[in-house]
T-cell receptor
Framework: DTGVSQNPRHKITKRGQNVTFRCDPI?????LYWYRQTLGQGPEFLTY????????KSRLLSDRFSAERPKGSFSTLEIQRTEQGDSAMYLC?????????????FGPGTRLLVL | SQQGEEDPQALSIQEGENATMNCSYK?????LQWYRQNSGRGLVHLIL?????REKHSGRLRVTLDTSKKSSSLLITASRAADTASYFC????????????FGTGTKLQVIP
């Protein structure tokens, strides 16, 4: 059973550098979501794709953040000119995309530390 | 900002006892879900309750939903040390959107 996978699992970078994370959803899932979670808090929604279309974006997703899902399968989240405040766990989730109300299945996350 | 608030923030119980966590939300919802997160790991889906449901069971879990009070509770019966984790409620608002809003979480410690 292959669940949602994320790479890398950990990333340490210096302030000002760009980073890119990858998410591979469960193979038959059409919807893909990105969340950010800081220590001691619940995940916060960043963005959501239905196939390759990015349908919702949070105001948390500043212009330094960009997410893509070019072929409707895997997705990438890029952060440009990283800041220390970007340090967080970045979580990806996927769901079937067949019904309005669906369970989202989460990956293990990518933990980012910006020095 | 987080829509959901959970109560208590932390809970410590002995193995075998029951644990109850509460969640409040602010807007009309389609459904509410509960997730578990072990330290530094991804979230595991536990149970989903729809807005027209009042109670749902899954194994040792019981979830209730009171839409008039905009609140939900998660009861874990006969707790085990392996239940030690953070528990989050997550609500899906009405309106056809897919944005799920998570609460701040309850950190549960089950002492063997």
């Amino acid at each position: 059973d292959t669940g949602v996978s994320q790479n890398p699992r950990h990333k340490i970078t210096k302030r000002g550098q760009n980073v890119t994370f990858r998410c591979d959803p469960i193979s038959e899932h059409n919807r893909l979501y990105w969340y950010r979670q800081t220590l001691g808090q619940g995940p916060e929604f960043l963005t959501y794709f239905q196939n390759e279309a990015q349908l919702e974006k949070s105001r948390l997703l500043s212009d330094r953040f960009s997410a893509e899902r070019p072929k409707g399968s895997f997705s990438t989240l890029e952060i440009q000119r990283t800041e220390q405040g970007d340090s967080a766990m970045y979580l990806c989730a996927s769901s079937l995309g067949l019904a309005p109300q669906e369970t989202q299945y989460f990956g293990p996350g990518t933990r980012l530390l910006v020095l | 900002s987080q829509q959901g608030e959970e109560d208590p923030q932390a809970l410590s119980i002995q193995e075998g006892e029951n644990a109850t966590m509460n969640c409040s939300y602010k807007t009309s919802i389609n459904n509410l879900q509960w997730y578990r997160q072990n330290s530094g790991r991804g979230l595991v889906h536990l149970i989903l309750i729809r807005s027209n449901e009042r109670e749902k069971h899954s194994g040792r879990l019981r979830v209730t939903l009171d839409t008039s009070k905009k609140s939900s509770s998660l009861l874990i019966t006969a707790s085990r040390a392996a239940d030690t984790a953070s528990y989050f409620c997550a609500s899906l608002a009405t309106g056809g959107y897919q944005k799920v809003t998570f609460g701040t979480g309850t950190k549960l410690q089950v002492i063997p």
